[in-house]
């Protein structure tokens, strides 16, 4: 059996939980049980936890705390950003709506915009350059008099690759204001929230969605940020909490834990962000160096801090990840098998990349916790493991 | 291997896996014709190199004949299972033994049965069908 992996570099997928964050949910496992819309003390002791959090998040975001819907994942606040201000639309409007997108959102974006497309929506995907980024020209052509929502991602979970939200933001506002339209803006900003500024305001958008388990905090707790006057409508039923847009009783401790998790990534965003870009660098570099046939994915500047996506020629990307992982280091492929489908990434082929550079690719996420140490292991050990692939293999 | 005296080629890049396999033929001493060595060159996941490697193993010594009614479920069961979605990489390694086979028996012009035939098109058609299908995904 594999080495149990104590070099952790898949923190896109999720983030350890950090230690102030599982004290912060702790108390709302135990004692304070209570249920936040009970109105005895400890119904209202959950409440305020809710609310804490609540407020700590509007501050990360530079919004008001009514604008935060906590929901159970980022998945989640992507539906219902899509499927909400599509029905709210429609509730006005007979015209046939048209979304514009990208094609390398994540499914969660991407598969509601296919559910619509299918039931009576149009919809627009944005192709991206090599360097993995949506052009700005692209969203403007795209722009058509029955458009009425835009969702492009913060930062792309396999390469990482930052999109110009701000600029798409700017371009959309002077868009509405110019033809008296009112199309809305949603980025998944799930990626990117560690790393970039996520202030709404600056970033002009309507709807933004963040995850809990990527930011160090726990799993099962998502938000969605809905600007005010850009309601939706609700997609699920049977309840009136989240302002009756996600019912059903809240997990306070999840929600306590996005809290502090929150409000710590403001606290460590500068000193991460240098240190990572440092470390990130280091991999790069050294892998292109040592290793031949090797290529980076996606832009090399603007890029997050902690994503190396690298394509290994003639090699395919599981039996990669599962030899690292024997040598105890944890990664993961954006390729075939990882994600039970066959086909590459539709990410990496957007890029343009043949499928067996797509099939080749290891995606690296560096985290908090990550040294300089481990990145010399990974160094150390990667040249052997892609010699040894490469000598069995039937690409040359 | 060098001077391989059968290659076999099965499934594609496009789908993920590819794989190579090289076998050389001698007679046993009842004068059958057996495999007497095979080798293995595999693009792909762990499932599908597991599943090469242990079909090397398990058709090491056989007759033609054996291998040619060769079933990939014995790789599965020798693997001890694969997942569902692995299944695949399986029957990968049982079309390249078949091709590999095919290869050796055409190019020394000995009889084909009509089994292996029906297989070796039957392949040959797959392919072109991913490979259309999957330029059409591209150029979307």
Excluded: W
Excluded at chain 1, 20 to 31: C, D, E, H, Q, T
Excluded at chain 1, 354 to 380: M, N
Excluded at chain 2, 21 to 38: F, H, M, R, S, T
Excluded at chain 2, 104 to 116: A, Q, S
């Amino acid at each position: 059996m594999a080495k149990k992996p104590t070099i952790y570099l898949d923190n896109a997928a999720t983030t350890p939980i950090d230690k102030a964050v599982l004290k912060a949910m702790l108390p709302y496992l135990g004692n304070d049980f209570g249920n936040a819309s009970s109105l005895h003390s400890p119904g209202q002791k959950a409440r305020a936890g809710v609310e804490k959090a609540r407020k700590q998040t509007a501050d990360f975001l530079n919004c008001q705390t009514e604008e935060i819907i906590f929901t159970g994942s980022a998945t989640e606040a992507d539906n219902m950003a899509v499927l909400g201000t599509i029905k709210a639309v429609q509730k006005n409007n007979a015209k046939k709506p048209h979304i514009v997108t990208s094609e390398i959102e994540h499914p969660a974006v991407l598969e509601a915009c296919g559910y619509l497309q299918k039931n009576g929506a149009e919809v627009s995907y944005l192709p991206v350059g090599k360097n993995g980024i949506v052009k700005l020209a692209d969203v403007k052509k795209s722009i058509k008099p029955n458009t009425v929502l835009v969702s492009i991602m913060y930062a792309n979970n396999e390469i990482g690759s930052i999109q110009p939200v701000a600029e798409i933001g700017k371009l959309l506002k002077a868009i509405n204001r110019k033809l008296k339209t009112e199309i809305r803006f949603h980025t998944d900003a799930a990626q990117a929230a560690n790393y970039l500024d996520c202030d709404a305001r600056k970033l002009g958008v309507d709807l933004l969605t963040l995850s809990g388990h990527k930011i160090y905090g726990p799993k099962g707790v998502g938000v969605l940020y809905v600007k005010k006057g850009a309601a939706i409508e609700p997609v699920t039923f049977g309840g009136h909490q989240e302002n009756g847009l996600r019912p059903g009783t809240e997990n306070t401790a999840a929600i306590a834990g996005f809290g502090t998790a929150i409000e710590m990534v403001s606290a460590n965003r500068r000193l991460q962000t240098a240190n990572l870009t440092k470390l990130r660098n280091k991999l790069i570099d050294g892998i292109l160096k040592t290793i031949p046939k090797t290529s980076l994915n996606g832009s090399r500047e603007s890029r997050l801090p902690n994503n190396a996506n690298i394509s290994f020629s003639g090699v395919e990307g599981e039996s990669v990840l599962f030899a690292l992982n024997g040598a105890g280091v944890a990664v993961s492929t954006g390729s075939a098998c990882a994600s039970h489908k066959l086909e590459p990434s539709h990410v990496l082929l957007a890029l343009g990349l043949p499928p067996e550079k797509a099939h080749g690719s290891i995606r690296f996420s560096l985290g908090r916790q990550t040294t300089s140490k481990e990145i010399d292991y990974v160094l150390k050990i990667l040249p052997g493991i892609i010699k040894r692939l490469r000598k069995i293999s039937p690409i040359k | 291997m060098k001077n391989p005296d059968g290659v076999g080629k099965a499934g594609n890049v496009i789908c993920g896996d590819l794989m190579e396999l090289y076998i050389k033929v001698a007679k046993n001493k009842k004068g059958q014709e057996i495999i007497k060595d095979v080798k293995f060159e595999t693009y792909g996941c762990l499932a599908a190199i597991a599943s090469s490697s242990m079909l090397t193993d398990l058709a090491k010594g056989k007759t033609l004949e054996q291998a040619m009614a060769f079933n990939r479920k014995e790789i599965v069961s020798e693997l001890g299972g694969l997942p569902p979605v692995k299944i695949h990489c399986s029957v990968l390694a049982g079309d390249a033994l078949i091709e590999a086979i095919f290869d050796y028996l055409n190019k020394n012009k000995k009889p084909i049965p009509e089994k292996i035939r029906a297989r070796h098109k039957q392949l040959q058609k797959e392919k072109e069908i991913i490979s259309k299908k999957y330029k059409a995904n591209v150029s979307k």
